[in-house]
T-cell receptor
Framework: GAGVSQSPSNKVTEKGKDVELRCDPISGHTALYWYRQSLGQGLEFLIYFQGNSAPDKSGLPSDRFSAERTGGSVSTLTIQRTQQEDSAVYLC????????????FGPGTRLTVT | KNEVEQSPQNLTAQEGEFITINCSYSVGISALHWLQQHPGGGIVSLFMLSSGKKKHGRLIATINIQEKHSSLHITASHPRDSAVYICAGVFMDSNYQLIWGAGTKLIIKP
């Protein structure tokens, strides 16, 4: 069946521009996570959506970062006024949302800010 | 402090060798993921376990709840197993967000 998909796979943008990254979770999965992995670094939690509950935004690094999840399905991560330190692979994962359920990862979006 | 510690950081072995990667975790973590990340960056979930042992092909994962320790084993290793292997703890009090280990870079030489 279809897994988690993300688009675009690669994005090169100029410093100061806004970017939107998209995640399509597995159908029926109520939980959705965004992570990022900077070059040479481990994975960093950004934000978590669970059903209709308020998202857990505790991992967002600055107010330039925001995310939405429309209709409990597709999610968009928006980075405003991009900086070079935003360059990273942005990964999305989804799970069925129950305790200890596996997270299924998308292929990631590689963002390069020049 | 919620932590996941992985060892070794780097591991190089010859094809056919038995591989073990270890992960220790702190109180508050209720389960562990083992994930594989290839050079292209994509992540594949290998196992998630909260007790006992799981096996899939040449991969075996074990967890000891009392000792807060998990291991990932690869039998009859092959160059295509070369990747970064990451253990990640499911932290029960934080919306089940993952607490990541630093990863183990595995290289299997032919």
């Amino acid at each position: 069946g279809a897994g988690v998909s993300q688009s675009p796979s690669n994005k090169v943008t100029e410093k100061g521009k806004d970017v939107e990254l998209r995640c399509d979770p597995i159908s029926g999965h109520t939980a959705l996570y965004w992570y990022r992995q900077s070059l040479g670094q481990g994975l960093e939690f950004l934000i978590y959506f669970q059903g209709n509950s308020a998202p857990d935004k505790s991992g967002l690094p600055s107010d330039r970062f925001s995310a939405e999840r429309t209709g409990g399905s597709v999610s968009t991560l928006t980075i405003q006024r991009t900086q070079q330190e935003d360059s990273a692979v942005y990964l999305c994962a989804s799970s069925s949302g129950l305790a200890n359920y596996e997270q299924y990862f998308g292929p990631g979006t590689r963002l390069t800010v020049t | 402090k919620n932590e996941v510690e992985q060892s070794p950081q780097n591991l190089t072995a010859q094809e056919g060798e038995f591989i073990t990667i270890n992960c220790s975790y702190s109180v508050g973590i209720s389960a562990l993921h083992w994930l594989q990340q290839h050079p292209g960056g994509g992540i594949v979930s290998l196992f998630m376990l909260s007790s006992g042992k799981k096996k899939h092909g040449r991969l075996i994962a074990t967890i000891n709840i009392q000792e807060k320790h998990s291991s990932l084993h690869i039998t009859a290793s092959h160059p295509r197993d070369s990747a970064v292997y990451i253990c990640a703890g499911v932290f029960m009090d934080s919306n089940y967000q993952l607490i990541w280990g630093a990863g183990t870079k595995l290289i299997i030489k032919p």
